[in-house]
């Protein structure tokens, strides 16, 4: 059985998720925003599990904030795209300004499209869901009918085009791809709640949309 539980992480509220098979002893996180490396440890030891991967669906900073932190926490790797590596490895808040230390991490393993990223029985494939980011990825897995969107789809919208590396032609290519996922399944986005891809309705129009 798989387990599910997220946190929103500081300053951006970005979803944090441990995935996990208890029976099997280990688990995966996925995004590393700030602080949250505490509660994330906890509820690793709280269910007896190891956490393998720390796997980030871009680069962008608030996805990877607290990378270093939760890797010390937990001992896991990092892992991303291949076109988003060098976000990790020379971390920026361009075209913004902050008064944080980003920390450069060098991933343990890049991603692909149609690799798959094991949680004891359960297997995620990597989507790679450029738009947002070159490398934006989504993990989806259809036996347990979830997808981990990361900032390409939210509910009731989709990730920001206008930011270094966007793309709105991209991005509606991407989202037209998760269209054809089943509709019952539970969408776990970067930011803001879940959602069920057949409640977003949206989606049947999105090739009609300027996104830029």
């Not at 590393?32 to 871009?58: F, L, N, Q, S, Y």
């Not at 879940?194 to 009609?208: A, F, K, M, S």
């Amino acid at each position: 059985m798989l387990t599910i539980r997220a946190i929103p992480g500081q300053p951006l509220e970005t979803n944090c998720y441990l995935i996990a098979d208890r029976e099997a002893g280990e688990g995966i996180v996925i995004d590393a925003p700030w602080k949250v490396e505490d509660t994330i440890a906890g509820w690793a030891r709280e269910m007896g599990i190891t956490v393998r991967w720390i796997v980030c669906t871009h680069g962008h900073w608030d996805h990877t904030m607290g990378l270093a932190d939760l890797m010390a926490a937990t001992g896991a790797g990092a892992a991303c795209h291949a076109e988003d590596a060098g976000m990790l490895e020379h971390p920026s808040f361009a075209p913004f300004s902050f008064p944080f230390t980003l920390i450069p991490i060098t991933p343990g393993r890049l991603l692909a499209e149609g690799d798959v990223v094991e949680v004891g029985a359960h297997r995620f494939s990597v989507l790679h869901t450029p738009g947002h980011t070159p490398g934006c990825i989504c993990l989806y897995a259809a036996e347990d009918h979830v997808l981990f969107s990361g900032d390409t789809l939210f509910a009731g919208t989709c990730g920001r085009v206008d930011l270094p590396g966007g793309d709105p032609e991209t991005m509606v290519r991407s989202l037209l791809r998760l269209r054809e996922l089943p509709a019952d399944t539970t969408v776990y986005p970067g930011h803001g709640p879940d959602t069920r891809l057949g409640n977003e309705r949206w989606l049947q129009r999105v090739d009609e949309m300027d996104l830029g």
